[in-house]
């Protein structure tokens, strides 16, 4: 179909409804073809080399996984409306005593309150310690890091989901990275341990209204000479955040007082 006039852009524009590639938002979210335990309000693929955010809704649980065994979700996420309120991965590490992400961790902000626990893991690959890639970095691996390029860095995509949601680039903090993983060798030298495979999931929920933005990138320390990243799949439905009597509450005495700091700051502004 030929593009070269403005109606013939406009057919070939129109021609492409309802066609659906490997990377791209299913709108509505409940089109999805996948199974959900509730009614889905975010469904989106996310090519390698790409992005995605979303406000999702107190209580929202949110599913990632890794296609093709080589995604890389690095992640971020803020209290909707309260920006200065985001996650702390210092403090997930610290308040938990666990420097390694999984089911039952909980993702904290620096006020000492629950953004998202993380409810299931399949992976066992994830990293709170090294943050996400830099244009520096990637421009002296890979001969550019722009977010045009072949070869993005997460903070540079990350810079522009932040953009899309008021927010500038001195409000990103270190991210967390789901689906390779690192370890930390006897000597106090990282290890970086890969993936767990194809299909590997991990499943957030949200324990206030978030802002949520993910890059789907390398991680910066994978060794592979090529910019490897495959899809992520992004699935979100209407659920009930952790209250009192759910074993996650009470798991540890750390995580007991981090969800009561949340639900006493809810309460106060009629949230909760």
């Known amino acids: 179909?030929?593009?070269?006039?403005?109606?013939?852009?406009?057919?070939?524009?129109?021609?492409?409804?309802?066609t659906r590639n490997g990377a791209m938002p299913v709108v509505p979210a409940s089109d999805w073809p996948d199974s959900a335990p509730g009614t889905p309000v975010w469904a989106e693929t996310v090519a390698g080399g790409n992005y995605t955010h979303r406000v999702l809704a107190r209580g929202t649980e949110l599913r990632l996984t890794?296609?093709?065994?080589?995604?890389?979700?690095?992640?971020?996420?803020?209290?909707?409306?309260?920006?200065w309120e985001r996650l702390n991965t210092a403090?997930?590490?610290?308040?938990?005593?666990?420097?390694?992400?999984?089911a039952g961790r909980l993702l904290l902000s620096d006020q000492g309150r629950v953004l998202a626990s993380v409810t299931a893991d399949s992976s066992g690959r994830h990293d709170a310690l090294c943050g996400t890639s830099t244009l520096?970095?990637?421009t002296?691996?890979?001969?550019?890091?722009?977010?045009?390029?072949?070869?993005?860095?997460?903070?540079?995509?990350?810079?522009?989901?932040?953009?899309?949601?008021?927010?500038?680039?001195?409000d990103l903090p270190p991210s967390?990275?789901?689906?390779?993983?690192?370890?930390?060798?006897?000597?106090?030298?990282t290890e970086f341990t890969g993936s767990a495979g194809p299909g590997a999931a991990a499943t957030l929920r949200a324990e206030q209204d978030l802002t949520v933005l993910i890059a789907n990138v390398p991680h910066p320390l994978d060794p592979?000479?090529?910019?490897?990243?495959?899809?992520?799949?992004?699935?979100?439905?209407?659920?009930?955040p952790t209250s009192p009597g759910d074993a996650l509450w009470d798991a540890t005495p750390e995580g007991r007082r981090a969800f009561l700091n949340t639900v006493d700051f809810l309460t106060a502004r009629g949230l909760a």
């Open 224 to 240: 592979r000479p090529a910019y490897t990243s495959t899809p992520l799949e992004v699935l979100a439905w209407r659920a009930r």
């Open 140 to 170: 002296e691996r890979y001969g550019d890091g722009t977010p045009q390029s072949a070869s993005p860095a997460g903070r540079e995509l990350l810079k522009l989901a932040a953009s899309k949601n008021g927010l500038e680039p001195r």
């Open 176 to 189: 967390l990275s789901f689906f390779q993983g690192v370890r930390i060798r006897e000597d106090g030298t």
């Open 136 to 138: 520096r970095r990637n």
């Open 1 to 18: 179909m030929a593009t070269a006039t403005t109606h013939g852009a406009r057919d070939h524009a129109r021609a492409q409804h309802g």
């Open 66 to 83: 890794d296609l093709a065994g080589d995604a890389c979700a690095h992640l971020l996420l803020y209290a909707e409306g309260r920006p």
């Open 91 to 102: 403090d997930t590490v610290k308040v938990q005593w666990n420097a390694y992400l999984g």
